[in-house]
């Protein structure tokens, strides 16, 4: 490692960085020479995945496993923000802010471990939170670092969606009650829309609020909608279409109200998924 990011060895990332300044490279490669390789928080993820498994509610019951689930999300913050602190110089830590899609990453699984029952989505939720503990704080490191090009912000988009959509299964599972639901799948679409907010380069003190709305909004309509047996994936799909038009919205009016071509674009999304959970809600 680099002795730049507070390690007294000089390991081979230094050595290459002095080569390349004696050889007159730009100083480009430098910057991203900062950033820690994913190796350590994708095994962390793994280990966080791996004990949640252990605390889902039909080993410890619901309340319990909530609880545990809590602080096993309040400890993923804890360790991420403090290998921050180790790894990037003091004006370049990206705080708590980089944790938020993390955090969000945990509680989706707990929920789905809880709410979902097939193998097959509770396995490949596991796979999601480990990747996005493991990959969206090398992400973050680039933004820190002036560093975030278009691929970059895609790839958080992503993994915001894959973060986000077993949540949504999750909440038109008969399995959670109504308290639960609105808990959960709120708590995780705000965290999501706060990071997705600002990959949009929404100002923090603006897109923290936006993101509070929009998952007061989501966690609302998936209480109303109610849960269902039959076409619980159709109803987290259209949600996941209403999350994309109330965060695109919310984007808008934070930055500029007068965008009326944009907002209109993204309220079109709002009231097809308007309308879709109507005509669902009606047949079943």
Same mark, same amino acid.
């Given at each position: 490692?680099?002795?730049?990011?507070?390690?007294?060895?000089?390991?081979?990332?230094?050595? *290459?960085? =002095? +080569?390349? =300044?004696?050889?007159?490279?730009?100083?480009?490669?430098?910057?991203?020479?900062?950033?820690?390789?994913?190796?350590?928080?994708?095994?962390?993820?793994?280990?966080?995945?791996?004990?949640?498994?252990?605390?889902?509610? =039909?080993?410890?019951?619901?309340?319990?496993?909530?609880?545990?689930?809590?602080?096993?999300?309040?400890?993923?913050?804890?360790?991420?923000?403090?290998?921050?602190?180790?790894?990037?110089?003091?004006?370049?830590?990206?705080?708590?802010?980089?944790?938020?899609?993390?955090?969000?990453?945990?509680?989706?699984?707990?929920?789905?471990? +809880?709410?979902?029952?097939?193998?097959?989505?509770?396995?490949?939720?596991?796979?999601?939170?480990?990747?996005?503990?493991?990959?969206?704080?090398?992400?973050?490191?680039?933004?820190?670092?002036?560093? &975030?090009?278009?691929?970059?912000?895609?790839?958080?988009?992503?993994?915001?969606?894959?973060?986000? *959509?077993?949540?949504?299964? +999750?909440? +038109?599972?008969?399995?959670?009650?109504?308290?639960?639901?609105?808990?959960?799948?709120?708590?995780?679409?705000?965290?999501?829309?706060?990071?997705?907010?600002?990959?949009?380069?929404?100002?923090?003190?603006?897109?923290?609020? *936006?993101?509070?709305?929009?998952?007061?909004?989501?966690?609302?309509?998936?209480?109303?909608?109610?849960?269902?047996?039959?076409?619980?994936?159709?109803?987290?799909?259209?949600?996941?279409?209403?999350?994309?038009?109330?965060?695109?919205?919310?984007?808008?009016?934070?930055?500029?109200?007068?965008?009326? *071509?944009?907002?209109? &674009?993204?309220?079109?999304?709002?009231?097809?998924?308007?309308?879709?959970?109507?005509?669902?809600?009606?047949?079943?």
């Amino acid at each position: 490692m680099d002795n730049r990011t507070g390690f007294r060895r000089r390991g081979p990332a230094f050595l *290459a960085e =002095q +080569a390349r =300044q004696a050889l007159g490279v730009s100083g480009d490669i430098r910057s991203l020479a900062e950033i820690p390789l994913p190796l350590v928080h994708t095994a962390f993820g793994a280990a966080v995945c791996a004990v949640a498994v252990l605390l889902r509610p =039909q080993e410890i019951g619901l309340q319990a496993s909530a609880i545990a689930a809590g602080v096993l999300a309040v400890i993923t913050v804890m360790v991420l923000t403090g290998y921050d602190k180790l790894v990037y110089p003091p004006e370049q830590r990206p705080g708590l802010e980089g944790a938020a899609l993390p955090l969000g990453a945990v509680v989706a699984f707990a929920a789905v471990l +809880a709410g979902v029952t097939p193998l097959s989505v509770r396995a490949a939720a596991g796979v999601v939170a480990a990747l996005v503990i493991g990959g969206v704080p090398q992400l973050v490191g680039r933004r820190v670092l002036g560093r &975030e090009g278009w691929l970059v912000r895609l790839l958080r988009d992503i993994a915001g969606v894959l973060v986000l *959509a077993p949540v949504l299964l +999750a909440g +038109a599972s008969p399995v959670l009650a109504t308290t639960w639901r609105l808990a959960l799948v709120g708590s995780v679409t705000a965290l999501v829309s706060f990071d997705g907010l600002r990959t949009e380069r929404l100002p923090r003190m603006r897109a923290a609020p *936006a993101a509070l709305a929009i998952g007061a909004v989501i966690g609302g309509v998936a209480a109303l909608v109610g849960p269902s047996t039959g076409n619980a994936g159709a109803r987290a799909a259209i949600l996941l279409v209403l999350w994309y038009g109330l965060r695109g919205m919310g984007g808008v009016l934070a930055i500029d109200a007068r965008r009326g *071509a944009t907002l209109l &674009e993204y309220g079109a999304f709002v009231m097809l998924a308007a309308g879709a959970l109507r005509w669902i809600t009606l047949q079943s």
